[in-house]
């Protein structure tokens, strides 16, 4: 045995593909020569405006009585959301580890929950709360912020297709998350209820809906 | 055998001499559309690569398939390359989650189709050891369960730090650590026989 660390001698013995694969590339690749994609300060910009525009189409119907917030509101939510994504979508580098990760994606909705149940003014009975009119009223509020999510998501997973390639789930599940507290932001402003039940699963149950069916996208769209 | 430690400093800039350009300069040339820089880019990564899938696949055709795939799909991807960050344990994932497309796509276990992809290939032999450490290794490591080999082929042989291999495999530092660590233990017993029947 001529060396002391055998892991070494394996490591060595690796061998550079042969000629033809580089050839294949050339010609296939190379020559074909794509445009590259938009860079990830375009994305992060493409992200922000995407959101913002997003979050206005999803509350046009509260536009007239309620325009500041929504403008206001929607800039702030739109900067937020961009950080959050400058600081943990990777590109070529897992910026943030997968256990920061699932901490930001668990604060996050336990935020919009803890949110939700503290600005409720009481809690009827989950037999009653869901009941005749208010069934209805809550199913319209929970389509309102689920389609408001789902557009918002898939712009989001659109931007950044084929750009992670170490946690797709993880980070198509962040996607999800912000675009859930989107629907949710955006439903609060055109529904004037403050019933505890309502809030939390018409306003706030985008957010695991729309988490966990983009960390299944995410796999899908998000890969190189 | 020299006990192995687990951290190491990162590859990212792998070089053979101070004064060629760092992997992450050839790449950031690459991005601004030097193609002799790819060039150089895949000479100097390409064995790793290829090391690493050969280990997945066991097949050198399939291997060779699945590293042209993923330089393709760096081509498509370049314009999302941070400048900088260490480009090896990028290239791996993207190697990784190609073959693990491909995998599923093929819906047949690696091994069980010849070339053609018609007839059985004999497997792979993998019980008993070979009278040589670095060949009882290789065969010693094809024999481990497949999560403790990847993440010992990928910091012993590929020479990522924990942290880049964690990267790479979507997982946590401490589970790295873990299956290199229960990795090792299955190893050492395989070597230690191997010693015995040496002796």
């Not at chain 1, 400058?86 to 929950?113: C, K, M, N, T, Y």
């Not at chain 1, 809690?123 to 789902?150: D, E, K, N, Q």
Request: glycine letters at 10%.
């Amino acid at each position: 045995m001529t060396t002391r660390d055998p892991f070494q001698a394996l490591a060595r013995a690796e061998e550079t593909p042969p000629l033809r694969v580089l050839e294949a590339l050339r010609a296939d690749m190379l020559e074909a020569r794509p445009a590259p994609g938009p860079s990830r300060n375009r994305r992060l910009v493409a992200s922000a405006l995407w959101v913002f525009a997003g979050l206005l189409l999803g509350s046009l119907g509260a536009f007239s009585s309620q325009a500041l917030w929504l403008l206001g509101g929607g800039a702030a939510f739109a900067l937020v959301g961009a950080g959050l994504l400058a600081g943990v979508v990777p590109g070529s580098r897992a910026r943030v580890g997968l256990g920061l990760r699932r901490a930001l994606l668990a604060a996050l909705s336990l935020g919009l929950f803890s949110v939700l149940v503290l600005s409720a003014t009481e809690f009827a009975p989950w037999a009653t709360a869901f009941a005749g009119a208010g069934g209805r009223h809550a199913l319209s509020c929970g389509i309102h912020a689920l389609l408001t999510g789902v557009l918002g998501a898939a712009g989001l997973l659109w931007i950044w297709r084929g750009t992670d390639p170490f946690t797709p789930d993880a980070t198509g599940a962040l996607f999800g998350a912000i675009a859930g507290l989107l629907g949710a932001f955006s439903v609060g402003l055109s529904c004037s209820s403050h019933e505890g039940w309502h809030l939390v699963v018409a306003h706030g149950s985008s957010v695991v809906w729309l988490g966990t069916a983009c960390g299944w996208a995410g796999l899908k769209w998000l890969r190189p | 055998m020299v006990e192995p430690t687990l951290e190491r400093p990162a590859v990212g800039s792998i070089t053979t001499d101070a004064s060629e350009p760092t992997t992450e300069e050839l790449m950031e040339h690459y991005v601004a559309g030097n193609l002799v820089a790819f060039e150089t880019l895949y000479r100097r990564l390409s064995p790793k690569l290829f090391g690493y899938l050969l280990r997945l696949t066991r097949r050198r055709d399939r291997a060779e398939d699945l590293v042209q795939t993923t330089f393709a799909k760096v081509h498509r991807a370049r314009a999302s390359y941070l400048p900088g960050s260490p480009v090896l344990p990028w290239l791996l994932a993207i190697g990784r989650r190609s073959f693990f497309d491909e995998h599923r796509r093929a819906k047949v276990r690696p091994e069980d189709l010849s070339y053609d992809g018609s007839l059985p290939e004999p497997r792979e032999e993998t019980v008993g050891l070979g009278t040589d450490v670095v060949e009882a290794l290789e065969r010693a490591l094809s024999s481990l369960p497949e999560t403790y080999a990847e993440a010992i082929q990928l910091t012993k042989v590929t020479g990522l730090s924990v942290s880049e291999a964690a990267d790479v495999l979507g997982t946590t530092k401490a589970a790295v650590k873990l299956r290199v660590h229960r990795g090792y233990l299955l190893l050492r017993e395989q070597l230690e026989a191997f010693k015995r029947d040496e002796t």
